[in-house]
Every structure is written in structure tokens, then in C-alpha cells.
């Protein structure tokens, strides 16, 4: 029998306050309608210094183990996707097992490739339990990032924060991957990137779309000619990526996953018909496409519209805002996912929703944790962005914390009882 694997159950973790993405337009004499309408945003994240990539994958990793009963000793995998680690050397999976008390039987480590470094990990996890090394065992995956460009930038309006947490298993009860299908692209780019000892990202933002959108095609095409070897998709009345039932992208913003979609579905047209489209065709698509964005995509954006961008989890909100709203009406059904980390490496792959997906994801309350948020105003969020990364604005209990330096810089984090 075919061995079964994907993810288990997911929890989500993000930063206790958020500034209303209106509220950052006013302040910076922008149109509102351009961040609303253009970028497609409402709210953005903003993580103080004591709500760092550590104590964000701490707290998420923590709500999934009490959410779903997880036994730990069965846990042999612990992985960190994340492009702003807290150390050159530790990683952020090392400090993420002391937190959490997890058994000393596990692999441990991080993986990086800007926003590709969870698709990265989620991949190695399933690979190890599908090629049978993992013994029956499962893996810990963590997404934690922090998204800054810094203040008056192109980019501020697009930043963010975030975790998710997944245990992948061969009881894929959210998402069961599709093993042997996945389409690759990479390429070297500068299209966004971070070097040592900054805090903020620098990008080179219109050419980061064009190369998100050209690894979009090249991934797509390399899926598409997979699955059509296995019969799972066909050119026919309906487009290959249209007998998908929903596509999830990466969302750096709202309006970038309408991007990706109006640009997925006009290379697909253009390679049925041999070449480029005329105006008449043109004109038809863009209704089309419209349609289908609403139907196929928009259903995934609820938690990015909210949170801004959250680098590696990016994805996987996606998912988890999917299955959270359309959960049961999807069992059963395939969907498509597309992973890209700047620089640059994606992949398009799918999975086909588990019969108990909407039952599993409500245990995350996500709604609960964005109503939980405290929302601030701009001179706040400038407050706590000046702060030094190794300031962080003193809270009471709650979630994990990076509470300060102890004896030779090592780091210390605050272990609260999670809400
Ligand atoms: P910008 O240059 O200030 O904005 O920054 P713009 O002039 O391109 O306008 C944005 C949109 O708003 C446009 O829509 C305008 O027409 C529209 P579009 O033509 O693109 O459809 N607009 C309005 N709409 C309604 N009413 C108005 C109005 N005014 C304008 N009044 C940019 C935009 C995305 C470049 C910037 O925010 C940025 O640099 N962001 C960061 C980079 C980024 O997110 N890149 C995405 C692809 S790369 C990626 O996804 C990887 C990443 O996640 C990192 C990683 O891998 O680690 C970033």
C-alpha cells in the first residue's frame, strides 16, 4: 500500500498587536484605496523585540502539542523554516526543543531559503517519513518569521510576523501530500535579501514580482506535466490548473496572489494555444480569470489580509485560512500550493484534503487568536519599531518571550503557560 503522508494538524502563532493598514496610509499621505485596493492589505502584525522568530515558533509549536494531545515521544523531527534566526550557530529548532522539554532522541535544525526555507522543511520531513527512516515516527515543523523593510519604505506596508506550527505524519488528517509530484524552480536572483547584521530586508520590489511570477511558471509547468503522467489532470473542456479545486500561493500581499493567478492561468493558455494570446482572448480571460481568483484563490487570504507578510508561513496560513473557512466542503478534494523564497527557489505541489480537515482546524481557534490582538496606532508601532532588537516592551504572562541576554550573550526566553 502507498504510504501516506502530509500534515497531521497545524496551530498558528502571531504578534499581539496590529496596526490597521488604513491608519499607516494616512500617516504616510498615501491614498488608503493603494494599500486597501492595490496591495490588497487590512492589517499588518507588528512584533515587539520580545515576540522574536524564537518565541513566536515556541508559542505555536506549544499550542499545537496541547491542541491535539500530540505525543511527543513519537516526535523524532524537529525543523525550523525561518530567514531571520536569532544566531548564526543555534538555531531556532535547538532552542524551540529546551522551551518545550521535547525528548533528546530528534534531529534537529533549521533550513533556510528567504520564504522557500518551510516548503524546504515540510519537504525533508515528509521525504524521511515516506522513505520509511522515520520508523513510524513524526516530525515538528515550524514556519517563524518576522517580515521587516523598516519605516517609509515601498516595502513597509507589506511586513508582518508569525508561525505556524505543523506536525507532519503518516495520518495526513489536514492535507495529504501528493509524493512524486512536485514542479521546482530556482534561479539566482537579487530580488530581496538581508545581509549580516541588518535587521530590515532590502528588494528590489517590481523585479521580486516578475521573478515570483516566471518561478510560478516554470514550477507550474514542471507540476503539470507530472501529474498529467498520472492521469490527475488533462487538458480538456476545463484548463489543468482549473481541475484543482482551490490554489493557495505565497503571499507577500493580498494582491500578489491575484498576480499569480491571472499570471498561472495566461501561461496556461498561451501553451495550449501555442503562443501569445490576441485581444479577443485577452478580453475573455480577464473576465474569466476573475471568476476564478474569486472562487479558487481568494478563499486562502483571510489570515494574510490580517497579518501582512510571514515569510515561511506564508504558505501555510494560506492553508490553514483554506481549510478553516471551506474545510468540509473540500474533503476529499485536490488542492495546488505554491511555495517562493526570494532569491530564488519555489515549488508548486498538491495534496488532497483530509475527511477530518474543518474538524482539526477549528482546534486552532484562529479566530479567537486575531481577536486577541490589541490594536495600536502609529505612534506606537514607531515606538516599537525603533526599539533595539534586544529591547523588548515589558508584558506580563502570555505567550513565550525573549526576555534579554543572560552570561555571554546567551539567550533568554520567558516560559509562560501558554493563553
Ligand atoms: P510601490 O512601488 O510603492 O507600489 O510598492 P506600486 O506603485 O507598484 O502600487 C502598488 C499597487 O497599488 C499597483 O497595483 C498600483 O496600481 C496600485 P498593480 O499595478 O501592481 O496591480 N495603486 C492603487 N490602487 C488603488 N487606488 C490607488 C492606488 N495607487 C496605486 N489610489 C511593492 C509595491 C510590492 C513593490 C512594495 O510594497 C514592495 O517592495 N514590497 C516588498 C517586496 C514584495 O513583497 N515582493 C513580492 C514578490 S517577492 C516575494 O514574494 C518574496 C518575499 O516574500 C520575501 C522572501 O522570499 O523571503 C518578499
Redesign the pocket.
Known amino acids: 500500500m502507498k504510504q501516506r503522508v502530509g500534515i497531521e494538524a497545524m496551530a498558528v502563532a502571531v504578534p499581539r498587536r496590529y496596526l490597521a493598514i488604513e491608519d499607516l496610509a494616512v500617516a504616510r499621505g ?10 490588497g492589505a487590512r492589517e499588518m502584525a507588528v512584533a515587539d523585540p520580545g515576540e522574536d522568530t524564537v518565541a513566536l515558533a515556541a508559542t505555536a509549536a506549544a499550542r499545537l502539542l496541547r491542541a491535539y494531545h500530540i505525543d511527543t515521544s513519537k516526535i523524532g523531527m524537529l525543523i525550523v523554516g525561518t ?1 531571520t534566526g536569532v544566531d548564526h550557530s543555534k538555531p531556532v529548532a535547538s532552542y524551540v526543543q529546551g522551551l518545550l522539554g521535547l525528548p533528546r532522541r530528534m534531529r534537529t535544525f533549521d533550513t533556510q531559503h ?3 526555507g518551510g516548503t524546504a522543511a515540510v519537504m525533508a520531513a515528509s521525504d524521511w517519513i515516506a522513505s520509511g527512516s522515520a520508523g513510524g515516527g513524526t516530525a515538528l515543523v515550524i514556519c517563524s ?1 518576522i ?1 521587516r ?1 523598516g519605516l517609509q ?6 511586513q508582518g510576523g508569525g508561525a505556524v506550527a505543523m506536525l507532519i505524519s503518516d495520518q495526513p488528517e489536514v492535507l495529504e501530500l501528493d509524493r512524486g509530484m512536485s514542479g521546482v524552480f530556482s534561479a539566482d536572483v537579487h ?2 535579501w538581508r545581509p549580516i547584521g541588518r535587521r530590515e ?1 532590502l ?4 523585479y ?2 516578475q ?2 511570477l516566471d518561478a510560478l511558471a516554470g514550477a507550474y509547468r514542471m507540476w503539470r506535466e507530472r501529474a498529467m503522467g498520472r492521469e490527475i489532470v488533462r487538458w480538456g473542456a476545463s484548463l489543468p490548473s482549473e481541475q484543482l479545486a482551490r490554489i493557495a500561493y ?4 493580498c ?2 496572489a ?2 499569480a493567478h491571472a499570471h498561472l492561468r495566461k501561461s496556461e493558455i498561451e501553451d495550449q494555444a501555442g503562443g501569445a494570446l490576441d485581444a479577443a482572448a485577452l478580453a475573455r480571460e480577464e473576465k474569466l480569470g476573475a471568476t476564478s481568483y474569486r472562487d479558487q484563490t481568494a478563499p486562502s487570504l483571510m489570515l494574510a489580509s490580517r497579518i501582512g ?1 510571514t ?2 508561513g ?1 504558505l501555510y496560513l494560506g492553508i490553514a485560512s483554506l481549510l478553516h473557512a471551506q474545510g468540509a466542503e473540500l474533503a476529499g478534494q485536490r488542492i495546488g500550493l505554491f511555495s ?5 527557489s519555489s515549488e508548486f505541489f498538491s495534496g488532497v484534503v483530509g475527511a477530518r480537515a474543518a474538524e482539526v482546524m477549528a482546534q486552532a481557534r484562529l479566530d479567537a487568536i486575531l481577536d486577541q490582538r490589541v490594536r495600536i496606532d502609529v505612534r506606537e508601532y514607531e515606538q516599537i519599531m525603533s526599539r533595539p532588537y534586544d529591547a523588548p516592551v515589558s508584558e506580563g504572562p502570555g505567550a513565550f518571550r525573549f526576555a534579554g541576554f543572560e552570561d555571554n550573550r546567551r539567550r533568554y526566553i520567558t516560559s509562560p503557560l501558554v493563553d
Do not use: Q, W
Not at 30 to 39: I, Q
Not at 250 to 253: D, I, K, Y
Open positions: 498615501v491614498e488608503p484605496a493603494k494599500y486597501t485596493v492595490g496591495l530567514e528567504a520564504c522557500y518569521d517580515a523593510y519604505t515601498a516595502g513597509e506596508p507589506t530580488d530581496f530586508a528588494v528590489d520590489g517590481h521580486s514580482i521573478c515570483y505565497h503571499v507577500p500581499f494582491k500578489m491575484r498576480k507578510n515569510y515561511t506564508s517562493y523564497g526570494s532569491g530564488c
